[in-house]
């Protein structure tokens, strides 16, 4: 197996000048802590910013770059001014804010977008520079949502995943943003894309589909000839760091000293990074009104507020500590005595043991944010909770409150909701926390950050050999030229090719899927090739067929088999003898459907009736596709006709008629010693299934099918036909 790289914004190691010399530092935030105490037991390379200006670094960079290889790091430098642009600017201040649901908050700048494309596409060199055949690479986080893509148009085969760790909201949301399409596209690229919660992944399908047109299909979207997997893994965390450090004698120290400064007193504790995201105005403003109303808790209790500095250099983050500032003032003035101040707010990152002591003295963790992705703070207040006791409160916005149902959950914009979580808190018994406790220690103890990494790699791994098996499938250099071979040396030769989806894309009307001067230029010298007959195998009416087709020299069949039309002949013939009457009484039950689908309609062709519903939400239309085939079967068994469903179709028409039969008509009366057969959905396949041992079938896209090769794409049917009349030498 090649190496991981990991590739983040941060490196896990920060680079410092102070008075001419280099200091290298742990960084801070979820992600550093909890991949590196993983990474180094992989095979692993972290490739990242090392948090210094190119500016100042570039006499030192030989030296940065030598001292973190050591590491297993490997520096992307940027320079001060880029990281304003790309990251103080589009990271938090347009992606940030809108997929936290703060649209109001989100600014547009065509600038900063391009410097997030030139950072990523600095990334993109730095990486293609290192990476081997073999390699495996796990992007993570918003900030390099655009890499995937970049490194696939530069890699061969490269096996790509990608992590999101903030929400991805919903459609509604992140339609707004003027960009959305390219970052799509740019997570597209990767085998795997993985989220904290099935919400998140449920709104990336749902952009995916609105604003791209892929369909998933159980978390994965076939796409050209590859395919992207979408699937949730909860991030965990190092459990056993907090559980063994909660007990040392370090922590011990530290918790002795809490008690000597707080006392007998109770204390609720929050700890979050300087962000609007995280509630701490409402939270001081529910705890102000939790002190009005239970005056009791006077001089007993202790809020300890710790904000650790972040973003400062983003207006509204100052903004927001100069609020958290005054508010902490008014209450502490509000409520406070010379003997006692409710809260105790430290602005500053705390020591990991002082973090952990915290965690063990409070009594309850008060984890509010408004939006979050996951949250690992309410997990590792958990995780020190050695003593079976505490009381976890977490908002229902964060995403780790869909693994912790034992907490008490609060709405954070519901005041109400807060104040009475707190009442609810104070009042549980010690056997009733340290029940919830003990259920929520036992997941988190399972599903740490080491095995959430494994599952998602195994994932990946997993996801990259099937991508190899479609590989394989796809009718490859070798076996194209055994194809163009056989077909260049028969004697003679049929081509039996349906049209929609398979020599032209899908249109939203059917009408508008008009052949291009390529195909019909195609299709007419393939045709007037000697030996050779091109039969076109389609659902669609006569009409519209002999429209396009009529004047070229081929064989074609209309409505799935209905109709039959051979070569040179003027009129069509009917496969078989056929009565419509039925449609009477069926017409009525396709109008209903279709007047309760806006966007689909009802097509009529001689033999069969067909809802299409392509211009529909793809939900709607997909809910009422089952129920209309539901409801069909019931009735049709009577009447001696089949429901068919292709792409966005539900067709109904006679037993009995279909394209497998129709085609028969061909091979078993010429004498055929090179057949192919091309098509792309569910009705082709009684084609493929009919043909006889020796010919060549074809599925456009992918898919479970009987074909024996695919192709991704109409724009690839055409080349290989294309390849069929080039004679090599
Ligand atoms: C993203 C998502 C998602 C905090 N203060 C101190 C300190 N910390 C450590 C905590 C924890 C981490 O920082 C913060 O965890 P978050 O979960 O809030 O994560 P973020 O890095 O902000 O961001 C988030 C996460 O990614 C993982 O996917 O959960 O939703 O926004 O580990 O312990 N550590 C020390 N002193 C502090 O003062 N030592």
Redesign the pocket.
């Known amino acids: 197996m090649g190496r991981l790289l990991i590739v983040s914004n941060r490196l896990p190691v920060t680079v410092h000048k102070r008075r001419g010399h280099l200091h290298f530092e742990p960084s ?7 991949l590196s105490s993983l990474y180094k037991s992989y095979n692993a390379l972290w490739i990242g910013w090392p948090g210094i200006d190119r500016k100042n670094s570039s006499a030192d960079r030989d030296e940065i770059r030598e001292k973190l290889l050591a590491q297993n790091c490997l520096p992307v430098f940027l320079s001060q001014r880029e990281v304003d642009e790309y990251y103080n600017k589009f990271c938090s201040a347009t992606i940030w804010p809108l997929f ?1 649901y703060f649209p109001q908050y989100a600014s547009y700048s065509e600038s900063a977008w391009k410097a997030y494309e030139h950072a990523n596409q600095t990334f993109c060199d730095a990486i293609v520079e290192v990476w081997q055949q073999g390699d495996i690479i796990w992007v993570q ?1 918003f900030q390099l949502m655009l890499l995937p893509r970049m490194l696939r148009s530069r890699l061969q085969d490269p096996t790509i995943g990608f ?1 999101l ?3 991805f909201p919903s459609i509604e949301m992140f339609r707004m943003l003027p960009w959305r399409t390219e970052i799509l596209e740019g997570i597209m690229a990767s085998d795997l894309v993985g989220f ?1 919660t099935w919400d998140y992944a449920g709104h990336f399908l749902a952009s995916v589909r609105f604003l791209l047109g892929h369909e998933s299909w159980m978390g994965r979207i076939p796409v050209g000839d590859r395919s992207t997997r979408v699937d949730v893994f909860p ?1 965990g ?1 190092d459990y056993s760091r907090f559980a063994s450090a909660a007990n040392s004698p370090e922590v011990e120290k530290e918790v002795d000293k809490l008690n000597e400064s707080f006392r007998e007193r109770r204390t609720i504790l929050s ?3 300087l ?1 609007y ?2 509630g701490i105005l409402q939270r001081l403003d529910a705890f102000d009104l939790f002190l009005d109303r239970n005056p009791q808790y006077r001089e007993k209790l202790k809020f300890v507020l ?1 904000v ?1 500095p ?1 973003r400062t250099m983003v207006a509204r983050y100052a903004l927001l500590k100069k609020q958290i500032d005054e508010l902490v003032g008014a209450i502490n003035g509000k409520h406070g005595s010379l003997r006692w101040t409710p809260i105790t707010y ?1 602005y ?5 043991e ?2 952990v002591a915290l965690y063990r003295r409070a009594d309850v963790a008060l984890v509010t ?1 408004l939006r ?9 207040y958990l995780a020190s909770r050695t003593d079976g006791r505490g009381v976890l409160i977490l908002s229902e916005t ?3 409150a869909k693994e912790l149902g034992e907490a008490v959950t609060v709405n954070v914009n519901n005041e109400e909701d807060l104040v009475a979580s707190l009442e609810t808190a104070f009042a549980m018994t010690d056997a009733e926390q340290g029940e919830r406790l003990r259920v929520m220690q036992r997941r988190l103890r399972r599903y740490d950050v080491r095995r959430w990494a494994e599952d998602f790699l195994n994932t990946l791994q997993e996801t990259a050999s099937a991508q190899e098996e479609l590989r394989t499938r796809v009718l490859g250099a070798q076996a194209r030229r055994k194809l163009v071979k056989d077909y260049q040396q028969a004697q003679r030769r049929l081509l039996l090719l349906d049209y929609d989806g398979t020599l032209v894309p899908f249109f939203s009307r059917p009408s508008k899927a008009v052949p291009t001067q390529e195909v019909l230029e195609l299709l007419s010298t393939l045709s007037n090739s000697e030996n050779t007959d091109v039969v076109l195998i389609s659902g669609r009416e006569r009409t519209s067929l002999n429209g396009w087709f009529g004047e070229l020299h081929i064989g074609m069949v209309a409505e799935h088999g209905v109709w039959l039309k051979p070569k040179g002949a003027d009129d069509w013939e009917m496969f078989e003898s056929l009565n419509a009457e039925w449609k009477e009484e069926v017409r009525p039950i396709f109008e209903l459907y279709a007047d309760r689908t806006p966007g689909s309609f009802v097509e009529e062709k001689d033999f069969s009736l067909a809802f299409q519903y392509r211009r529909s939400d793809s939900r709607l239309g997909d809910l009422r596709a089952r129920e209309l085939v539901l409801h069909l079967e019931a009735l049709t068994t009577n009447l001696n006709l089949q429901v068919l469903e292709g792409s966005k179709v539900v067709e109904v028409k006679n037993s009995g008629v279909n394209k497998g039969r129709a085609a028969q008509r061909w091979f078993s009366e010429g004498n055929y010693d090179f057949i192919l057969a091309i098509g792309d959905d569910w009705t082709d396949e009684d084609t493929f299934r009919a043909l006889p041992d020796g010919a060549w079938s074809i599925k456009v896209g992918f898919g479970t099918t009987a074909a024996h090769y695919n192709l991704g794409s109409p724009g690839k049917v055409t080349t290989l036909l294309r390849d069929l009349l080039t004679v090599e030498d």
């Open positions: 801070a935030g979820g992600l550093a802590t909890g936290h986080d992590f760790h903030i929400p904290h991030m965390i700890v979050d990074r962000d995201t995280k710790v650790v972040s430290t500053r990152s705390v020591p990991f002082s973090l944010p979050d992705g996951m949250n690992l703070v309410a997990k590792e964060a995403g780790a």
